[in-house]
């Protein structure tokens, strides 16, 4: 039953993992693959974590994994606020509908 | 379960590949950045996944935590730079 639910965890947390990659190679701009990336990728991560915490039980490494997922969460928002800061400052203009194709 | 990791890892390789050719082929730094980050993030669950399969994962995990925080600190210092007038984006 463990298991199960450790694997099912697993490949949903694929899901979400696979859906960031579709985002980052198919969305118009730059700012738009940036939002696809940082949240599929942090809930994909904290996914399959738990199934990995589920397989090995309740132990000093389990913890050490729970551990990556608040690494990961801090460390996902921080960087993704920043280069979306260091796009925005730097000139890159956003990808509008009334334009024909995405800016380079 | 020993089935479906090994799927989720063949699975996780295939996205890094595909991730790499956003960073091959970005139009702008910063997409590459984005697609860097992105493989690192992949790898962070690989280098878990590999642990469970090899039954090593006491070891992989302290491995992954630094690796995220070395992920966090080179990303931040080359937005930074990135940020700065007169660099090419």
Redesign the interface.
């Known amino acids: 039953m463990t298991?199960a639910a450790?694997?099912g965890l697993?490949?949903v947390?694929?899901f979400f993992?696979?859906a960031?990659?579709v985002g980052?190679?198919r969305l118009p701009d730059?700012y738009a693959?940036?939002h696809a990336?940082s949240k599929c990728?942090?809930l994909?991560?904290a996914l399959?974590?738990g199934g990995?915490v589920l397989?090995?039980g309740l132990t000093?490494?389990a913890g050490?994994?729970l551990?990556?997922v608040v690494?990961?969460g801090?460390?996902?928002a921080?960087?993704a606020h920043?280069?979306g800061?260091?796009?925005y400052?730097?000139?890159?203009a956003p990808w509008t509908a009334e334009r024909d194709r995405?800016p380079? | 379960?020993n089935d479906?990791?090994l799927v989720?890892i063949a699975?996780?390789a295939l996205?890094m590949g595909?991730?790499l050719?956003?960073v091959l082929a970005g139009?702008?730094n910063?997409?590459r950045?984005?697609?860097i980050?992105?493989i690192g993030?992949?790898s962070?669950?690989l280098l878990?996944?590999l642990g469970?399969r090899a039954g090593k994962?006491?070891a992989l995990?302290?491995i992954?935590?630094s690796y995220?925080?070395i992920?966090?600190v080179s990303?931040?210092v080359l937005?930074?730079y990135?940020?700065?007038?007169g660099?090419p984006?």
């Open positions: 298991e450790a694997a697993l490949l947390g694929l993992v696979l960031g990659v980052v190679l730059f693959r940036l990336t990728d942090t994909g991560l399959m974590v990995v397989h090995s000093l490494t050490k994994v551990l990556l690494f990961v801090l460390i996902n921080t960087a920043a280069l800061r260091a796009a400052r730097s000139g890159l995405a380079r | 379960m479906v990791v989720v699975a996780l996205a595909l991730s050719y956003r139009p702008t910063f997409d950045l984005t697609g980050s992105l993030t992949k962070m669950i878990l996944l469970i994962l006491d995990v302290d992954a935590l995220s925080l992920t966090l990303t931040m937005a930074k990135l940020e700065r007038p660099v984006r």
